[in-house]
């Protein structure tokens, strides 16, 4: 552009032509990959990307709203003049766009471009009524979050009518089974729709809608197209009932209703495997140190990392060739998930992402069944006299026991937890009494060494108030050292005597 100001700064919308979207789609769908359900989750979903290269290949343009600010100029009297001004700097701008004096010219402006919505080159889900004048738009000023000299009058969706083929479940990273519909490609607005989402299992019956249905399928700019409901007039008994299935389509486990979405239950579920795991290494779950997010999902795409279970009986040296881990970091790693071998058993069942069973739960559950025998024993009895026996806890309702019972009563459930039992997890029934002593501790003799992550003194508080006792010399009496970095004689002796060596990490995982 040229007259440019010292400083402008100007708003504007990220956006992607029809034509450009249904080309990039059909590239993507050539390539065997995910479609982009509209326009604007193209968009969306394209912006996050983080690898610049994607980015220019898109075809995303930009185009200026607003003009915001001037320095070195003389800013803009209206908004009009405004747009004139970005245009003549070189951006985009729209060209639908009018300059009238009242609400009924401004009606007249929305129903004219709503009626050759079809025909504009990219999606709109209705206009924008903005005030001209700046001095105006000073004099009215802002609400908390939008400016009161700016309004929206959005179209009505888009509707079309198609056959509906099929439903597929799709299970996401939570184990929630979704049904997508399958339809008979549909040219909604300029844009070829093939799926929509049911939401659930209710919203399929609540609307009666069978397969082989011709549905009617709304599409507004930003979600994801959704069914309205059957053309009931239309149907000639070909249609067929819909089952939603009772076994997660990924896996075969079993699913359970919770609210109005059903889950699969299976700890080993594909689909959910890393959700799972990152939940369970998690700070709110077992805090395990020297894996992360970014590792679970790196070391299930290298193949390594397979199922909950094996984050127990991980194949170091194939982590240590693999891009990003050294032997520190592998390390590390394996540190980390030695030192959570241990967990409280009410840590370990809440970390296991059962529905309904978060911290507070499982820590009532297990002062009452505190071994994992006796909560996997509870499979062996009758549903119902299994579910009276969770219900008799305070806290848990019959939601919370079906939920637990259908978890443990799970074979596949059982060989996992089976399987981290063979891996050495093994998982403490440690139960807080009403003093703050922390059974494990409690009479323990502790010797404390080496540097540590906080003071000596305040260790030695931390212990004794879980009911341990802290000396200063290591002897045959003593049960642990606590040795921190530089650990020295007191070390050596430890280990003269077979006295446990405990690092600061086991003794706080004890504590906790
Ligand atoms: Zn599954």
Redesign the pocket.
């Known amino acids: 552009g040229e007259d440019l100001p010292e400083v402008l700064e100007v708003r504007g919308e990220v956006m992607m032509p029809i034509a450009g979207f249904n080309a990039m789609n059909d590239d993507l769908r050539t390539n065997g990959e995910q479609v982009f359900a509209n326009p604007r989750n193209a968009t969306a979903g394209t912006l996050k990307r983080l690898d610049p290269a994607v980015v220019a290949s898109r075809p995303l343009r930009f185009m200026c709203y607003e003009v915001v600010r001037v320095v070195g100029q003389d800013m803009f009297a209206t908004h009009a003049d405004a747009m004139q001004g970005a245009k003549k700097w070189g951006f985009a701008v729209s060209k639908y766009s009018a300059l009238v004096s009242d609400a009924v010219g401004m009606i007249k402006f929305h129903d004219d471009i709503e009626s050759r919505r079809d025909e504009i080159e990219y999606e709109m889900d209705g206009v924008v009524y903005k005030v001209d004048s700046q001095v105006l738009r000073d004099l009215l000023g802002s609400r908390a979050r939008t400016p009161r000299w700016v309004c929206a009058h959005k179209f009505a969706p888009r509707e079309e009518t198609t056959k509906l083929l099929d439903i597929l479940i799709q ?1 996401g990273r939570t ?1 929630r089974l979704t049904p997508r519909a399958v339809l008979d490609p549909v040219n909604i607005g300029g844009v070829i729709v093939q799926h929509a989402t049911l939401h659930h299992a209710a919203y399929i019956s609540d609307l009666d809608i069978k397969l082989g249905d011709q549905v009617l399928v709304r599409r507004a700019g930003d979600v994801i197209p959704q069914i309205v409901g059957p053309v009931l007039g239309v149907r000639d008994g070909s249609e067929r009932e819909f089952v939603f299935p009772s076994e ?1 389509p ?4 079993v699913a359970k209703a919770n609210g109005e979405h059903c889950f ?1 239950m ?1 700890i080993d ?4 495997l890393i959700r799972r795991v990152q939940y369970m290494v998690s700070r709110v779950a077992l805090n395990i140190d020297g894996i992360g997010d970014k590792a679970v999902v790196q070391l299930h795409a290298e193949g390594l990392l397979n199922s909950v279970e094996q984050l127990f009986n991980l194949d170091y040296e194939a982590i240590a060739s693999l891009d990003g881990w050294g032997e520190k970091s592998v390390a590390a790693m394996r540190d980390g998930i030695a030192a959570a071998l241990q967990p409280k058993l009410d840590k370990f069942i809440s970390s296991l992402g059962i529905p309904d069973i978060g911290p507070e739960t499982s820590r009532v559950v297990c002062a009452k069944f505190n071994s994992i025998g006796a909560l996997l024993s509870l499979a062996d009895n009758e549903h119902e006299q299994a579910v009276e026996r969770l219900s008799e806890i305070e806290g848990v309702g019959k939601e919370v026991a079906g939920s637990l019972l259908q978890f443990v009563s799970s074979s596949k459930n059982q060989a996992a937890l089976n399987a981290m039992i063979g891996y050495g997890l093994r998982p403490q029934s440690v139960v807080l009494s009403e003093d703050g002593h922390v059974d494990g501790i409690v009479s323990k003799v502790f010797v404390l060494t080496g540097s540590l992550s906080c003071s000596r003194p305040e260790m030695k508080a931390i212990i004794e108030a879980a009911g341990g006792k802290v000396t200063s010399t290591v002897s045959k009496k003593t049960d642990y050292l606590v040795a921190g970095d530089k650990a020295g004689s007191k070390l050596t002796k430890a280990q003269e005597l077979g006295v446990e060596v405990l690092n600061e990490q086991q003794v706080r995982a004890m504590l906790a």
């Open positions: 299970v184990g997660c990924e896996c075969g486990g699969c299976n579920c594909p689909a959910q």
